[in-house]
Nanobody
Framework: VQLQASGGGLVQVGDSLRLSCVVS????????IGWFRQASGKERDFVAS????????YYSDSVKGRFTIYRENAKNTVYLQMNDLNPEDTAIYFC?????????????????WGQGTQVTVSS
């Protein structure tokens, strides 16, 4: 499985952004996807995950109610809709893949990381 994230940018406090993670290669239909983010000088933190058919999701407390993860399997794409952004959301956002369950918030359970996309929220 190969992943490519895109959609980042520079926005203002309270704005919205939608990130995309295109999934390609073998086993796409059975691949769960997780979004993580890494701020400068910090570890890679869990944001949200979704199972292979899109009917189960999991969120970190810091984004619950503001971010929505969903997927369009016909387009092999997983999205992260981010609303009401604040400066603490500034980071490089990565998508990672795993086979099986989604209730794993450590990056060590995911692999095939894409190159990441920068999100900067200016106050």
């Amino acid at each position: 499985v190969q992943l490519q994230a895109s959609g980042g940018g520079l926005v203002q406090v309270g704005d919205s952004l939608r990130l995309s993670c295109v999934v390609s290669g073998r086993f796409v239909a059975t691949t769960a996807i997780g979004w993580f983010r890494q701020a400068s000088g910090k570890e890679r933190d869990f944001v949200a995950s979704i199972n292979s058919n899109g009917d189960s999701t999991y969120y970190s407390d810091s984004v619950k109610g503001r971010f929505t993860i969903y997927r369009e399997n016909a387009k092999n794409t997983v999205y992260l809709q981010m609303n009401d952004l604040n400066p603490e959301d500034t980071a490089i956002y990565f998508c990672g893949a795993r086979q099986g369950g989604i209730y794993y918030s450590s990056s060590r359970y995911y692999r095939n990381w894409g190159q990441g996309t920068q999100v900067t929220v200016s106050s």
